[in-house]
C-alpha cells in the first residue's frame, strides 16, 4: 500500500468521520483503522516526549552535582593546546572555537584527497574486473577480496606503522629525484611562489570556460550541419595553453625550491606529514575496493546487445566504453558511489587513532579539557550531519544529470 | 476443448518432466588447448598483451620477493626476538609467541581454555544455523539457548567451581564475536521496525523513524562510540549504571539497525501491491500480513544487502580500538607496543587481517551460496 501523506488536523477530522459512522452502524470505534492510528501515533509521541523529558531531567540533574558547566561558552575560551598540523594558522593561545575549526577543515582536507584518489583507484580497478585479460581480471578481483574483507580501522593502523617504520630522513628513500618518503613523511618539491601564480590559475579557469563554450559550439554545429567537430585536441590546447601564454608573458619564472637534508631533517620543499599519508592511503584502498565493486556492476548491467550494437556500427572499442557503455553504467553507478563517499569522509574520523589532527580528534582533546561531553559529541554529529547532507545534496544533482530521461 | 491444467494442479503432473529436466545432462563444454585459451584470454590484443606482459612481470617480482620473505627467509619459531632480528625474512615466530594475548587479550591467563570452549561451540552453533537441514525452530531455539549458556557460563564463570571474571576483562576474537552477535541479534528486529515504521500511513511513526535513521546515516561510528561512553552515563538516575560493554553493544546495535532498515526498505518497496491486497482481503491484520506475507518475500528480495551489512558489522566491530575495549585488533595493537617484537607488526597485523578475512569472505560466499538455494525454486 502506498504510504498517504497526512496531517494530523485531517486525522483528527477522519477519526470524527469515524466516530459518526461507528454510532450509525453500531460497530465499535475501537475497530476503527483512523481512529487506532491516531490512539497509536499518540502513545508513541507521548512516550518518547516523556523519555525525552526523563533523560533531559536526568542528565540536568548529573551535570549539577557533579559541578560541570553547560552551554557552548567554552568555545570563545583559550584552546590551550597546538595542533599539528593546519590548514589555517593556529597558535595555543586561540579558542576553542577556532580549533575545531582547524579540525574541520583538516577532516574535509584528508576527505577530499580520498574521494579524488578513492574514485581513481576505484574505476581504474573496476574496469579491469571485466577486462577480458584473464591476468589483468584476476589481480583486480584479488585486489577487491583481500581490501574489503579487512576492516578500514586495520587499514588505517596498519598503513600508519608502516610509514613510522620507513627510514629516519638521512636514509630516506628516494623513489625520483627531490622526492623523499621518511618516517617524518612525503617530503616533495614545490615552486617558490611568485606574483605570476594567481593570474595562471585564473586563466586556467577561463581556459576551462572557453573549452566547455567550444565543446557546446562544436555540439550544435554537429546536430546543425552533421559534422563532426574534434573537441579533444582544441579543448586541452585551450585549458593548457591561457595558463602557458600567462607564464610566458611573465617572463617565465621558474624556481624550485628542493628539499635538501640539513642535520636531522629536511628544508625547503613541502611535506605530507605521516599521520596524513597514513590516513589518507588507509581509507583511499579500503574505499576502492568498495568504489571498484560498483563499477563492475555498473557495467556488467549493461547489456551485452548495446556493445555488440556499438561494435556494427564501426565505434572502436574505446568510444564504445566512453559513449555507449559508461554513460549507461554511470546511472547504476552513481547513488552506491554516493553513499561510498559519504563513508569515506566519515572514516576520516579514524585519524583521532594515528594522531590526524582532523574534527574527531581535536573535539576529543576538548571534550577531555573541558569535560563536556555532551556539547563536544553534539558539535561533532552536527558538522558530520551537515558534511553528509552536502554530499548527498550535490550528488543528487549529479544523479540527476545522468539519470535516464524519458520521454 | 482443448484440456486446461489449473494452476494449481500441475504439481503432480509435471513432476516427472521437472524430474527428467532437473537430471537431464549439461550443455556441453567447448574444449580449447592451453594455447588457443592464453591467446584468447592474454593476448587478444597488441594492448592486452602489453598488459599481460607488463603485468606477469610484476607480479613474479613480488610473488618471487614475497615467497622470499613470507616462507623461504622466514623464522617460524624461535623465543628469542634476537633470532628474527638478524633473518632477512618475515618472522612469524612473532604469532607463536604473542597468540595468546593477541586472540584473548586481558584475559586471565590460567583460564584461556574457557574461551577455547566457548569459541569452538559459538563457531559450530553458527556453522549448525547456516546449514538449511536446521532450519527449524525446534531445532535453531533448543540449540542456541544451550549455546548461549555454555558460552555464558565459559565467560563469566562464577558456577561450577569456574572462577568469575568480570565482561570488563574479556577480550581478543571472543569479545569480538559477542560484540558482533550482540550488534546482529539487538540491531535486526529494530531494523525491521525501522524499515516498517518508515513505510507507515502513520506520520508521527514514518517521522520518527527517518529521523532516527537518517541523523544514525549521517555521522561516523566513533562519535555514537563515544556518546555511548561518555555521554550516556550522564542520562541515567543516580546510582544507576550499565555496562560499558553493553551501552557499546546496543550504539553499534542502533546503527547497525539505521543501515539495515534502508536495505530491508528496498525490499518492501519491491513487493507488489496486489501481495498486500491479497492479503487484506484474505482478513488479515497488519503485523499477521506483515509476518507471513510481506516479511518472507522482501528479506528473500534484500538477501544479499542484508549480509553486505552483516558483514560490515563484524568489521565494524573492530572500532571498539577507541574506547578502549580489547577486542582482536586492539589486542594485537596493544601487543606490539612491546618493544622487543614491535618491529614485526606487518607480520602481527597480517595475521589479523586473515582472521576478520576468513569470517569475512566465507560470509559473502555463503551468501551467494543461499541467493542460489532461494532461486532454486524459481528455475521453472
Known amino acids: ?407 | 476443448m482443448t484440456e486446461i491444467i489449473a494452476p494449481t494442479g500441475d504439481t503432480a503432473a509435471l513432476a516427472p518432466v521437472r524430474k527428467a529436466a532437473r537430471e537431464s545432462e549439461p550443455p556441453p563444454t567447448e574444449k580449447i588447448g592451453a594455447l588457443r585459451w592464453l591467446r584468447r584470454n592474454l593476448f587478444n590484443s597488441p594492448l592486452n598483451s602489453a598488459l599481460t606482459i607488463v603485468a606477469f612481470v610484476l607480479v613474479a617480482y613480488w610473488g618471487v620477493s614475497f615467497v622470499e620473505w613470507g616462507i623461504l627467509d622466514a623464522v617460524w619459531y624461535t623465543t628469542d626476538h634476537n633470532v628474527c632480528r638478524q633473518a632477512a625474512g618475515a618472522c612469524w615466530a612473532v604469532i607463536a609467541e604473542k597468540h595468546r594475548p593477541m586472540l584473548f587479550g586481558v584475559y586471565p591467563y590460567d583460564e584461556h581454555w574457557r574461551l577455547i570452549v566457548a569459541l569452538v561451540v559459538y563457531l559450530a552453533t553458527v556453522t549448525l544455523t547456516l546449514t538449511p537441514y536446521c532450519w527449524k525452530r525446534s531445532i535453531l531455539i533448543p540449540l542456541w539457548i544451550a549455546a548461549l549458556a555454555v558460552m555464558g557460563t565459559m565467560l563469566w564463570g562464577g558456577v561450577f567451581g569456574l572462577t568469575y571474571v568480570d565482561s570488563g576483562q574479556w577480550g581478543g576474537l571472543p569479545l569480538t564475536m559477542v560484540l558482533f552477535t550482540g550488534t546482529v541479534v539487538v540491531g535486526f528486529p529494530i531494523s525491521i521496525l525501522l524499515a516498517l515504521g518508515r513505510r507507515s500511513r502513520l506520520p508521527a511513526v514514518k517521522a520518527i523513524s527517518v529521523t532516527l535513521i537518517e541523523s544514525m546515516r549521517g555521522v561516523p561510528l566513533i562519535t555514537i562510540l563515544f556518546f555511548a561512553v561518555n555521554v550516556f552515563p550522564l542520562f541515567l538516575p543516580e546510582g544507576m549504571e550499565i555496562d560499558k560493554m553493553l551501552r557499546v553493544v546496543v550504539g553499534m546495535a542502533i546503527f547497525f539497525a539505521c543501515y539495515q532498515a534502508e536495505v530491508i526498505r528496498g525490499g518492501l518497496q519491491a513487493i507488489p501491491r496486489g501481495q498486500y491486497e491479497a492479503a487484506e482481503a484474505l482478513g488479515l491484520g497488519y503485523w499477521r500480513m506483515t509476518y507471513k506475507i510481506v516479511l518472507p518475500q522482501a528479506l528473500r528480495i534484500c538477501l544479499p544487502g542484508i549480509v553486505n551489512h552483516i558483514i560490515a558489522a563484524l568489521k565494524n566491530t573492530s572500532f571498539v580500538l577507541i574506547i578502549g575495549l580489547f577486542d582482536i585488533l586492539t589486542a594485537t595493537t596493544a601487543v606490539m607496543q612491546d618493544p622487543l617484537w614491535r618491529r614485526f607488526f606487518v607480520e602481527a597485523y597480517l595475521f589479523v587481517a586473515a582472521v576478520y578475512f576468513i569470517f569475512c569472505f566465507a560470509l559473502s560466499k555463503y551468501s551467494q551460496q543461499v541467493e542460489r538455494w532461494l532461486n532454486e525454486g524459481r528455475r521453472f
Open chain 1, 1 to 407: 500500500m502506498q504510504p498517504e501523506r497526512r496531517t494530523y488536523a485531517f486525522a483528527v477530522t477522519e477519526c470524527m468521520a469515524a466516530l459518526e459512522a461507528s454510532r450509525k452502524s453500531d460497530t465499535s470505534i475501537l475497530n476503527s483503522l483512523a481512529f487506532r492510528g491516531v490512539v497509536y501515533q499518540v502513545l508513541l509521541a507521548s512516550g518518547v516526549i516523556l523519555l525525552g523529558w526523563y533523560l533531559y531531567h536526568n542528565a540536568h540533574l548529573n551535570l549539577e552535582r557533579q559541578g560541570i558547566a553547560t552551554g557552548f561558552d567554552f568555545i570563545g575560551e583559550r584552546a590551550g593546546f597546538s595542533i599539528g598540523e593546519s590548514l589555517i594558522p593556529f597558535d595555543s593561545a586561540q579558542s576553542y572555537g577556532r580549533a575545531l575549526l582547524v579540525g574541520i577543515l583538516n577532516t574535509l582536507y584528508v576527505a577530499a584527497f580520498g574521494v579524488v584518489l578513492a574514485t581513481i583507484l576505484g574505476v581504474t580497478m573496476g574496469i579491469a574486473r571485466v577486462s577480458s585479460n584473464w591476468l589483468i581480471s584476476k589481480l583486480a578481483s584479488g585486489y577487491v577480496e583481500a581490501c574489503r574483507n579487512v576492516p578500514v580501522v586495520l587499514h588505517v593502523i596498519f598503513w600508519a606503522s608502516v610509514i613510522r617504520a620507513l627510514p629516519p630522513p638521512r636514509e630516506a628513500l628516494n623513489p625520483f629525484d627531490g622526492v623523499f618518503i621518511t618516517n617524518r613523511g612525503v617530503i616533495y618539491p614545490l615552486p617558490v611562489e611568485n606574483a605570476i601564480y594567481p593570474w595562471m590559475g585564473l586563466a586556467l579557469l577561463v581556459g576551462i570556460a572557453g573549452a566547455v563554450l567550444f565543446a557546446r559550439w562544436a555540439g550544435r554545429r554537429r546536430e546543425l550541419t552533421g559534422r563532426n567537430v574534434s573537441t579533444f585536441w582544441p579543448g586541452l590546447g585551450i585549458i593548457l595553453g591561457l595558463p602557458l601564454l600567462v607564464w610566458l608573458a611573465g617572463g617565465a619564472p621558474l624556481e624550485w625550491s628542493v628539499p635538501a637534508l640539513r642535520g636531522f631533517n629536511f628544508q625547503g620543499g613541502t611535506s605530507l606529514t605521516p599521520e596524513f599519508v597514513g590516513l589518507l592511503v588507509g581509507i583511499t584502498v579500503y574505499t576502492g575496493a568498495f568504489i571498484a565493486e560498483i563499477v563492475r556492476a555498473g557495467i556488467q548491467s549493461v547489456p551485452h546487445g548495446q556493445v555488440e550494437a556499438a561494435r556494427a556500427v564501426g565505434l572502436r572499442p574505446g568510444l564504445v566504453m566512453r559513449l555507449v557503455i559508461l554513460p549507461q553504467a554511470l546511472r547504476v553507478i552513481v547513488p552506491p558511489t554516493t553513499s561510498q563517499y559519504l563513508s569515506l569522509t566519515k572514516n576520516s574520523s579514524l585519524g583521532v587513532l594515528i594522531g590526524y589532527p582532523d574534527l574527531v580528534n581535536v573535539g576529543n582533546t576538548t571534550l577531555n579539557q573541558t569535560g563536556q561531553a555532551l556539547e563536544a559529541i553534539s558539535i561533532m554529529m552536527a558538522v558530520y550531519l551537515m558534511i553528509s547532507l552536502s554530499i548527498s545534496i550535490f550528488m543528487n544533482f549529479y544523479n540527476r544529470l545522468v539519470a535516464i530521461r524519458e520521454r
